[in-house]
C-alpha cells in the first residue's frame, strides 16, 4: 500500500476509521497497564494520531494534561479540538511541537531503518532533557529473541506474521529489542525501557 492513498477521502475515512477502533479497544487495556508511563507529563504530541482516539482517551486518563494530536493536513483539516487536545496539520518528517513527550503508536512498523531514525531525529529535537522529564513514548512490537521461546510462543508468531505483512507492504519491518537499542543510539539518544502489555504490544520509553 502507498501511503499517498490515504489523501483519497474514501480511502483515507475507512483506514482512520479502522484505526480509531483498534485505538478504542487498545488505550483502555494499555493506560490501565502503563499508567506510570505518563505521569508527570504535564504536554504531549501524539504523532501520527489520526483522529485523536489515542489523544482523548489519554487525557480522559490524565484531565492535566495538553495533548496535541499531529497528523498530515488533509487528515486533521476538519477535526474539533478541545480544552485539552488541539489537531496541528504537519509533516512528522519535518517537524515535530515541543512537549514534554512525544507518542508514536503503531508508526515506526510502517518505515525503515532510515526513515525511522528521521523521526526519532525530530523527537529527539521536540522534547527537553531527561532531567526534564523529556522522553519519547512508543507504542510497538517487540519482536521475542530467543529462538526456543519462539517456536511456541503465539505472541511472537503473531509479531512475525505482522513482520512479513510489513515487508510486504511497506518494505518495512517489526522489530527486535537490538534492533530498536540501534535505531534510538544512531537517533541520538542514550537510553530506553520497555514494558510489555496487551498481547504483541509494548511500551518502549525512550530518554535523550
Not at 125 to 133: D, H, K, L, Q
Not at 159 to 179: C, G, P, S, V, W
Request: proline share 3%; charged share 25%; with cysteine.
Amino acid at each position: 500500500m502507498c501511503w499517498s492513498r490515504i489523501l483519497t477521502p474514501e480511502f483515507g475515512k475507512n483506514f482512520h476509521d479502522a484505526m480509531a477502533n483498534d485505538s478504542h479497544v487498545l488505550m483502555s487495556v494499555i493506560l490501565n497497564e502503563g499508567k506510570g508511563v505518563f505521569d508527570n507529563l504535564k504536554s504531549l504530541v501524539d504523532v501520527g494520531g489520526g483522529t485523536g482516539t489515542t489523544a482523548h482517551a489519554v487525557v480522559r486518563a490524565f484531565p492535566h494534561l495538553h495533548c496535541m494530536v499531529l497528523d498530515l493536513p488533509n487528515v486533521v483539516a476538519n477535526l474539533q479540538g478541545t480544552a485539552n487536545v488541539v489537531f496541528i496539520g504537519s509533516d512528522m518528517f519535518e517537524s515535530i511541537p515541543r512537549a514534554d513527550a512525544v507518542l508514536l503508536k503503531f508508526i515506526f512498523h510502517d518505515w525503515s531503518d532510515t526513515d525511522c531514525v528521521r523521526i526519532l531525529k525530530r523527537c529527539r529535537e521536540a522534547i527537553p532533557s531527561r532531567e526534564e522529564g523529556g522522553k519519547v513514548i512508543i507504542i510497538d512490537a517487540v519482536i521475542e529473541e530467543d529462538k526456543n521461546k519462539q517456536e511456541d510462543d503465539l505472541i511472537t508468531e503473531t509479531q512475525l506474521l505482522f513482520d512479513i505483512m510489513m515487508m510486504a507492504i511497506h518494505n518495512a519491518k517489526q522489530r527486535t529489542e537490538k534492533e530498536w537499542e540501534r535505531l534510538f543510539l544512531e537517533s541520538g539518544f542514550t537510553d530506553y525501557k520497555i514494558t510489555r502489555v496487551h498481547g504483541f504490544r509494548s511500551f518502549i520509553e525512550v530518554y535523550p
